[in-house]
Structure formats: C-alpha cells, structure tokens
C-alpha cells in the first residue's frame, strides 16, 4: 500500500508520516532527505528531480511487497497524480492524508521553532511557507489537523481515519 502525505512544512506530516513507517515497518521516503542528499553531491535541485527520484524508489518497493510512505509537501495536482500513478501502475492500493496546522499561530511557532533533523538543510521561513503555492485538491483526502494535538493524538485520529477509509481504497 502506498501512504501519500502532503502539507505545508511545519503542519506535522514527517512527524505523523514518520511515527506511521515505524508503527507499520514501513519503508519511509521523506523528499526533504533525497532532496539534500543530491545537493551533498553536488547536484542542482531546482524542480521536480526530488520527487522523481521518489516516485521511483516508492514503485521498486512496492513492487518488492512493502508498504511505502511518501512523505512530500506534495503542493498541486501533477504531485498529488504522480503519486496516485505510482500505485495504479503496480495495481495497489493507495490512500491521501493531507496533515494540516489550523491554528495559524501555532504552524508560525513550530516553523520558526522546529529543528531540522537532515544535516545541511535550510528549512523555509515562515514567509517562504505562506507564500508557497500549495493548490486546493481535487479530492478529498484524509485531512489531519494537528493543531491543539500530540502526537499520539494525532496518529490516533490518522489509525482511525485509516481503518476507515480501508473500508473501500481510495484509488476511484
């Protein structure tokens, strides 16, 4: 199964995206690392050659009968397609889980806060994460919203909402 998460940076998804791949054992793409270790090589990273590096790691362990959880800001509808193409290809389920930060406040704090666990990476300013392009979907995803939550609140809500939508996969 193909787990794709999206959200601003700051709104929790590595967190909840990374407390899911332990939980599940599953194999966890976080862009922001592929992104970084490309600039470590000396590669320029100025479009989509993250993402589609990812694409093709999550198709080679699926197709190795893993569980994948991509873990993108995944910000228009071509990410959000690619993704879903990923698993329709294989023929394997997928499910959308858009983690979000209601509390305006509360996602300025944690952006201006967080400490950054990839050596080398400059997080964007609060500045850069409101006026990133981040367009409304065209469907609907399972929507996390971690302000006023834990962490175990959160993944709670995420199981549930999980089980839930097991109950007919969203690839439609």
């Not at 794709?4 to 054992?25: C, D, H, M, Q, V």
């Not at 209601?102 to 006026?131: A, C, F, M, Y």
Request: charged content about 25%; some cysteine; aromatic content about 6%.
């Amino acid at each position: 199964m193909l787990y794709i998460f999206s959200g601003l940076p700051g709104a929790g998804k590595s967190t909840l995206s990374t407390a899911l791949a332990r939980e599940l054992r599953a194999v966890h793409l976080r862009v922001d690392v592929v992104e970084q270790t490309m600039r470590d090589a000396g590669i320029r990273v100025e479009g989509p050659e993250g993402y589609m590096v990812c694409y093709g790691l999550a198709s080679h362990n699926l197709r190795l009968g893993l569980d994948v959880i991509a873990d993108t800001v995944n910000p228009i509808p071509m990410t959000r397609q690619a993704w879903r193409e990923v698993a329709e290809s294989l023929q394997l389920p997928y499910v959308e889980i858009e983690v979000i930060c209601s509390d305006k406040e509360e996602h300025k704090r944690r952006v201006t806060t967080r400490i950054i666990d990839i050596p080398g990476l400059v997080p964007p300013t609060w500045e850069q994460v409101v006026n990133r392009d981040y367009e409304a979907w065209d469907r609907k995803p399972i929507i996390i919203d971690t302000s006023h939550r834990s962490i175990a609140e959160s993944m709670q809500m995420l199981r549930e909402q999980l089980i839930e939508s097991r109950k007919g996969y969203r690839n439609d």
